[in-house]
Every structure is written in C-alpha cells, then in structure tokens.
C-alpha cells in the first residue's frame, strides 16, 4: 500500500484546510485509513480515522467539530478536511492505512502494521 499525503502549508488562526491523500496498492476493501499528527516535542497523536467496513469514524476530542474524514472511492482518495484551525493544531500531519480495520473505532485510532506516507506540515500562526 502507497499513501502519499499533500496540501498543507501556513494559514491563520480560523481559516480551513483540506488534506488530501492518495491511496494504492490496497488489496482488500476492508481497511482503516486516517490521519496522525506529530507537533515538536509531542507524541504522535491519531486525528481521525475510518474504516471501510462499517464506516466507523473517529475523532480526536481536540479535533471533534473542527475536522472531518472522508473518502472518494472512485479517485482512491481520503481527505481530512480541517476548519476553524487553531495554532495548536501545528504539526506534521501523516496519512496511514492498515488492514487491521479493528484498530480504527470510536474510542481511538492506531496502526500496529501498516503503511504511512510522508507528512505535510500544517502551520497555524497569525
């Protein structure tokens, strides 16, 4: 599986942004797909996730409201869209994918063997 991620960059406080990611090599349609985010000096956090067995989404408390997940099955994309950003939300963000749908539910979101793509760096600063 080949993930590469895209769009960020700098915006200010409020503003929107939309991270896309391309997907291939998938050789199942059961999967979770999603996004991490990294900031200096922090733990990687997962963001959000989804997965395409049920739908089962999830969401980070400091992003519920703000972001949402979504996929174009037929442009093998998912997206993270990401309003009112806030500065605390800088980071590098990382697409990730793995067959192990399970690790995507409502109560969290991690990836124990899977695939990652390069990170794209979100600033958020007035």
């Known amino acids: 599986v080949q993930l590469q991620a895209s769009g960020g960059g700098l915006v200010q406080p409020g503003e929107s942004l939309r991270l896309p990611c391309v997907t291939s090599?998938?050789?199942?349609?059961?999967?979770?797909i999603g996004w991490f985010r990294q900031a200096p000096g922090k733990e990687r956090e997962g963001v959000s996730c989804?997965?395409?067995?049920?739908?089962?989404?999830y969401y980070a408390d400091s992003v519920k409201g703000r972001f949402t997940i979504y996929r174009d099955n037929t442009k093998k994309m998912v997206y993270l869209e990401m309003n009112n950003l806030k500065p605390e939300d800088t980071a590098t963000y990382f697409c990730a994918a793995t067959h192990e749908h399970y690790y995507c539910s409502r109560y969290g979101w991690t990836v124990k063997n899977g695939s990652w793509g390069r990170g794209t760096l979100v600033t958020v600063s007035s």
């Open positions: 989804v997965s395409t067995t049920d739908g089962t989404t």
């Open positions: 090599g998938f050789t199942t349609n059961y999967y979770a």
